[in-house]
């Protein structure tokens, strides 16, 4: 009891305090802001006025920005199937059985672990006219197929969807194997003296118990591609001709245009919709508990 004491006392306010200071007031603040003509071009010298919801209508009215919000919809929608259905596949594979799967999980985690930075910058290489995959393409004798992926309307959302998913499966990976290996082997054994094949074993053992780890990677991958940012600026900026802008491309680009207000808007949606998007997915949860 006395330790127990020791530690809310110890870790649980100040834990509470910095979340307050750090998370809610910015949030709380930055709502307060997109109802604000705040412009640090044009109001030197001025105060900041309340301009009601004239942020979200400029926004909503924009059919450029509805697209940017749709297309940060589709990145994330896209790159959350696709993280996790082969972080999965990654996961069956290096769960049991090869013996050089533990060399292969830190293989598939490594880019995980390198900063966006550098992804970008070697993808970019990668990617250009001259580089390795039209060098690849060539080679396999698909030479119409090349073209500059980044900077090909047509091609470059596509592309930059491809480095994000490359960049984090092995995260993924490494999730839904901390979930395979929590399933008691038991049940494997029993349905296999039952005569269950393989894919029986799968659909009614391990898709099952492997829920938990699925609603946890729901979460952050939805999440990283609500929020995406980093990859597609050092990629692409955006471009070509807006095909890649999302939603904090776009706020960056406002806050650089010194549009505190509008921008301010811009975070609030993009909170709502992230909010949004992990209230399905722990509803998902609460339904699967029953």
């Given at each position: 009891?006395?330790?127990?004491?020791?530690?809310?006392?110890?870790?649980?306010?100040?834990?509470?305090?910095?979340?307050?200071?750090?998370?809610?007031?910015?949030?709380?603040?930055?709502?307060?802001?997109?109802?604000?003509?705040?412009?640090?071009?044009?109001?030197?010298?001025?105060?900041?006025?309340?301009?009601?919801?004239?942020?979200?209508?400029?926004?909503?009215?924009?059919?450029?920005?509805?697209?940017?919000?749709?297309?940060?919809?589709?990145?994330?929608?896209?790159?959350?199937?696709?993280?996790?259905?082969?972080?999965?596949?990654?996961?069956?594979?290096?769960?049991?059985?090869?013996?050089?799967?533990?060399?292969?999980?830190?293989?598939?985690?490594?880019?995980?672990?390198?900063?966006?930075?550098?992804?970008?910058?070697?993808?970019?290489?990668?990617?250009?006219?001259?580089?390795?995959?039209?060098?690849?393409?060539?080679?396999?004798?698909?030479?119409?197929?090349?073209?500059?992926?980044?900077?090909?309307?047509?091609?470059?959302?596509?592309?930059?969807?491809?480095?994000?998913?490359?960049?984090?499966?092995?995260?993924?990976?490494?999730?839904?194997?901390?979930?395979?290996?929590?399933?008691?082997?038991?049940?494997?054994?029993?349905?296999?003296?039952?005569?269950?094949?393989?894919m029986q074993?799968?659909?009614?053992?391990?898709?099952?118990?492997?829920?938990?780890?699925?609603i946890i990677?729901?979460?952050?991958?939805?999440?990283?591609?609500?929020?995406?940012?980093?990859?597609?600026?050092?990629?692409?900026?955006?471009?070509?001709?807006?095909?890649?802008?999302?939603?904090?491309?776009?706020?960056?680009?406002?806050?650089?245009?010194?549009?505190?207000?509008?921008?301010?808007?811009?975070?609030?949606?993009?909170?709502?919709?992230?909010?949004?998007?992990?209230?399905?997915?722990?509803?998902?949860?609460?339904?699967?508990?029953?």
């Amino acid at each position: 009891m006395y330790r127990k004491k020791i530690y809310k006392s110890y870790f649980t306010y100040p834990a509470l305090f910095f979340y307050i200071l750090l998370f809610i007031i910015p949030v709380i603040l930055n709502f307060v802001y997109s109802f604000t003509n705040w412009n640090a071009i044009k109001m030197t010298g001025e105060t900041v006025k309340f301009v009601g919801l004239d942020n979200y209508i400029k926004i909503f009215q924009n059919k450029e920005l509805i697209r940017v919000i749709f297309r940060t919809l589709f990145f994330a929608a896209v790159t959350t199937f696709f993280k996790n259905i082969v972080g999965f596949l990654l996961a069956l594979a290096f769960n049991e059985g090869l013996k050089t799967r533990n060399i292969l999980r830190a293989i598939f985690f490594l880019p995980a672990m390198l900063s966006p930075l550098i992804i970008g910058l070697i993808f970019g290489s990668v990617f250009m006219k001259n580089g390795f995959a039209n060098q690849l393409l060539i080679v396999l004798g698909f030479e119409n197929l090349t073209r500059s992926w980044l900077t090909t309307k047509s091609t470059a959302l596509g592309t930059t969807m491809f480095v994000e998913i490359w960049r984090q499966v092995g995260y993924h990976m490494v999730i839904y194997l901390a979930g395979l290996q929590l399933i008691d082997k038991t049940y494997y054994e029993a349905a296999a003296v039952d005569g269950a094949n393989e894919m029986q074993q799968l659909i009614f053992i391990t898709l099952p118990r492997i829920i938990p780890s699925l609603i946890i990677n729901l979460l952050l991958s939805l999440s990283q591609g609500l929020k995406a940012f980093d990859i597609i600026f050092v990629l692409t900026g955006g471009g070509p001709s807006g095909s890649t802008e999302l939603i904090n491309t776009l706020v960056f680009r406002e806050f650089g245009k010194k549009l505190y207000g509008m921008s301010s808007a811009y975070g609030v949606i993009l909170f709502v919709i992230t909010a949004v998007a992990g209230l399905l997915v722990l509803k998902l949860r609460d339904d699967q508990d029953e």
